[in-house]
């Protein structure tokens, strides 16, 4: 499929017809030209952003569905999808017309639009909540919700620039990491490639460089190279498929950008794949390549013993050629090859798995699983949350004293793991052993490693609160919570009872008795709870998030009758019994207002500022020049609430300033200049670094100062650095 190809009705169903023609498969052709009418009877009129006819965009995901084998009923489906969400037509319609199984597939795609959302994200986790309690029932559901934003993310180039940002963020949070757990791999990774292209289009450019600089060498090499391994294998007897093969833009941006490691020492960018008939032959052909190259100890992955949760089955071992270049060698079967490219989907394209143990029903458990753990969360944008971190294309294997395996994303701590293995054996946790030795209770686990949980007999012994902190999965998240919302009952309600007055207050959310029952009630229904105690005890034990609730809550407080307006005169009156600081900033007719620095330009005693009357945060100081700062603020839209600020006479504040600091790479670079910022006794809150090509970089760094004169100083100071370009100021 091409992408941004804009496409008519009489073209798209010929390509279609061509696809179904081009099959190994038989289709029920009839029923689909059937479906192919109703969709373009129903769409009739309606045009893409992109231009087009609309219904080419169901026929194009149509296409995609083939490509992966899919039934005539997915075909169906997907060619109906939209028709439901955005025609005339009934679901009924479908399921008289097209029969109940294809009813179910398009109502489990078909998009929420029908209840009323606050925000965005809201509505994203409801759509996301209804599309995976589809896909429990259906495994289908998905693989069609994937091809259409396949399609969708191909053809993007109608959208504005801020709504293909948020498709690329969705795409990454969300449908890539499905993508990746149902071991869909050109999905998945032609996903997070046009999204990495759109969220961080410089990166991709570079990646892009790098791979075709001496891209003729290279290729040269590989044919070399699986030659030499054709001849070595022959004289054994073998003839196994060889061929090169090429790490996907994302595969590199995450060693690069998230791991930090410099395009060279990525060692699988090019790989050798091999596969033969069975087993066997496999771990024969391992150690036929281990004769023939240096392999690298450190480097051999064995995910034939150990598969990895998205059913992927390969061994992977990085060697040194004859000519000392790294490079990786993946070994498989033609079996498990079907499944790492094409995953659940090779159920449906070679019939894997039907007359075996591992049986399809077997294979998507984990979908009833992950379903299962959220079904006492009470916040919908969890759901989102856990997908991101549970369906993670970065997982780790630990064993348990019995040899169990247990996959976990990485960063998963030894809590996370006790959950793993039992809901009983993390509540009643209280230490643990990795390879024999005790742990602390934070400590993420690794590959590799075997894990011990020390457990105590005591009945009354349970999670602690502090572990929410700690935890990584979802599923353990959920455990605790829900283990304290059936033990602690009394004790989540005082304790949710309280933080929610304490962040009303903060916020100046002031209503009177009579109008806060009601408040308070209307709010714990649109929680699905009952009573204002239920609303208590949810926020107590962390099923519901105050950060996420307290800005609609602010909102919805503001249309009852009887509550303040937000005004300069309530502001600081509503700041006064707090006794807040004003953090050595002098606010014109205010006194001992809530005040913060903002984090855009981050003013220093010394800059020219002004102030900004926030709605529930006191006033936000920026510097005058800041670019979210009017030029005339008395002529912007909201002219009140821009006040006269000035600097206290004595300041003995520390701020935080952010520095760009443009560098020429070299060794014990970065220990000199943080001996340098010690030399001056500054604080360094936080440093990132990333490489420029043509050996250069570029530090960001945040250091607590107490003036202008004390920040130009820091910089003068690390401008004086071997090595140090340039030094400025960070922020707007």
Known sequence: MECDKVMYKDEAIAALHNAIANSEKKYDTQTIDRAIQLACEAHEGQQRYAGGDYVCHPLQVACILLELGMDNETIIAAILHDVVEDTAIELDDIKRDFGENVALLVDGVTKITQMPFST??????????????????????????????????????????????????????????????LGIRAIKEELEDISLHLLDPMACEEIEENLSMRSDQRAEFLEMIQDQLRERLGE?????????????????????????????????????????????????????????????????????????ANMYQSLHTTVISHEK????????????????????????????????????????????????????????????RSIRTDLSSDDVFVFSPRGRVVTLPRGSTVIDFAYAIHSEVGNRMVGAKVDGRIVSIDYEVKTGEVVEILTTSSANHGPSRDWLQL??????????????????????????????????????????????????????????????????????????????????????????????????????????????????????????????????????????IIGFITRGYGVSIHKRDCTNV?????????????????????????????????????????????AQLASMHVMIYSMQARQIQGGHG???????????????????????????????RGGA
């Open 120 to 181: 965005r994200e809201e509505e994203q986790a409801e759509n996301v909540r209804k599309m995976l309690m589809a896909m429990s029932k259906d495994i289908r559901v998905i693989i069609i919700k994937l091809a259409d934003r396949l399609h969708n993310m191909r053809t993007n180039s109608g959208w504005n620039p801020q709504k293909r940002r948020d498709k690329a963020k969705e795409t990454m949070d969300i449908y890539a990491p499905i993508a990746h757990r």
């Open 236 to 308: 054994y007897g073998m003839k196994p498929y060889v061929c090169g093969r090429i790490k996907s833009i994302a595969g590199i941006y995450r060693k690069m950008y998230i791991q930090g490691r410099a395009f060279d020492e990525i060692y699988d960018v090019f790989a050798v794949r091999i596969i033969v008939d069975t087993v066997n032959d496999c771990y024969n052909v391992l150690g036929i390549v281990h004769d023939q190259f240096h392999p690298i100890p450190s480097r051999f992955k064995d995910y034939i013993s150990t598969p990895k």
């Open 325 to 384: 270049i790294a490079f990786e060698v993946q070994i498989r079967t033609w079996e498990m090859h079907h499944t790492a490219e094409y995953g659940i989907a090779a159920h449906w394209k070679y019939k894997l798995g039907i007359q075996k143990k591992d049986r399809l029903e077997d294979k998507v458990a984990w979908v009833r699983q992950f379903i299962e753990s959220q079904k006492d969360v009470d916040d919908a944008e969890d759901i989102v």
């Open 471 to 608: 935890v990584k999965t979802s599923e353990a998240r959920n455990k605790i919570r829900s283990w304290y919302k059936r033990e602690r009952r009394e004790e989540n309600i005082e304790k949710g009872r309280e933080e929610l007055e304490r962040e009303m207050a903060r916020n100046f959310i002031r209503l009177s008795d009579e109008d806060l029952q009601e408040f308070l009630m209307a709010q714990a229904k649109r929680q699905h709870c009952s009573s204002i105690d239920d609303f208590y005890a949810a926020i107590g034990y962390g099923g519901i998030l105050l950060s996420r609730l307290i800005p609609r809550m602010k909102e919805e407080a503001a249309k009852y009758a009887r509550s303040e307006p937000v005004t300069p005169e309530s502001i600081a009156a509503a700041a006064k019994p707090h006794r807040h600081h004003n953090g050595g900033v002098v606010i014109e007719n205010m006194d001992n207002c809530l005040v913060k620095f903002a984090r855009c330009c981050n003013p220093v005693p010394g800059d020219e």
């Open 630 to 674: 009017p030029a005339d603020p008395s002529h912007s839209n909201e002219p009140e609430r821009w006040v006269n600020v000035s600097w206290e006479d004595s300041v003995r504040e520390e701020f935080k300033a952010e520095l760009r600091v443009f560098v020429r790479d070299r060794i014990e670079l970065l220990a000199d200049i943080t």
């Open 698 to 728: 570029e530090m960001t760094v945040t250091v607590g100062v107490n003036s202008l004169q004390h920040l130009q100083e820091v910089m003068t100071r690390l401008r004086r650095v071997n090595g140090v370009e340039e030094v400025e």
